[in-house]
């Protein structure tokens, strides 16, 4: 003989999961609302791109994990008929389908999502900067021309791709701003998968480099999702004093 629910317990379920549904729905935007407009009040190019590369992925997922919970109670706020076997069934197949859905939006945020990202953070780290003393737009300089500006500890940083630094010029004060970014932490579209998934997983020095003479730097790259491995020599800068290079640019 099955095991009934009482009939009358439906309709008090059924509107606690609407509301539940509801409730977690209303979250899973306002979470998404509140970064858009953070976002936009983020001042300045830079301070949003760091925003989107630390925050942006992360907080959709938490979105979605919250909206995923939300239409699992949504699907189950129609019930009818309870038996104890259709409760274990239910219970079953919602956390399977929630799981399911949530790992496919997973992985397109995983896989696909971050070259929508890398270009957006491109367009806004190339953004040209007004200088706050003239109020005109200052020149990025070059990989050899920014090199007077920084520190040896910056050189060095730039030298082992461990830091990539940005260096905008005011040239008709001097006024210059100098800006900081990931080196090879960031991933790149894999050679065998296509996938933005290809990231330096280690890098050793094969040559040092010397005032005359380039050095060699070797750099181990794993994809995270095939699992295609790849070695790639890069040259390293010449090392050149700083107090020369500020000499020569004199």
Known sequence: MQDIVNPHQYDAWNNLALNLALGFWAVGILIILGYII????????????????????????IATIVLVIGGCFFVNANITELTTLLIFVRIFTTVSLGILVALVIQNLLKFYYPFFIE???KV?????????????????????EEDVH???????????YSVDYDVWLDEETGFKQIEKYAGHL??????????QTFKVTREEIVRQPTETEEGEIMKHYVCSYCGYKARKTVALKVQVKLEQSSAASA
């Not at 760091?50 to 992925?57: G, K, S």
């Open 38 to 61: 953070k976002l936009s009040t983020t001042g300045g190019s830079k301070e949003k791109y760091d925003f989107i590369n630390r925050y942006e992925i992360k907080t959709l997922w």
């Open 119 to 121: 270009r957006r953070l």
């Open 124 to 144: 806004l780290r190339y953004k040209p900067r007004i200088s706050p003393k003239t109020g005109k737009p200052m020149k990025l300089l070059s990989e050899e």
């Open 150 to 160: 920084l520190d040896e500890g910056m050189i060095a940083e730039e030298n082992v």
């Open 186 to 195: 960031h991933a790149i579209q894999c050679p065998e998968c296509n996938y």
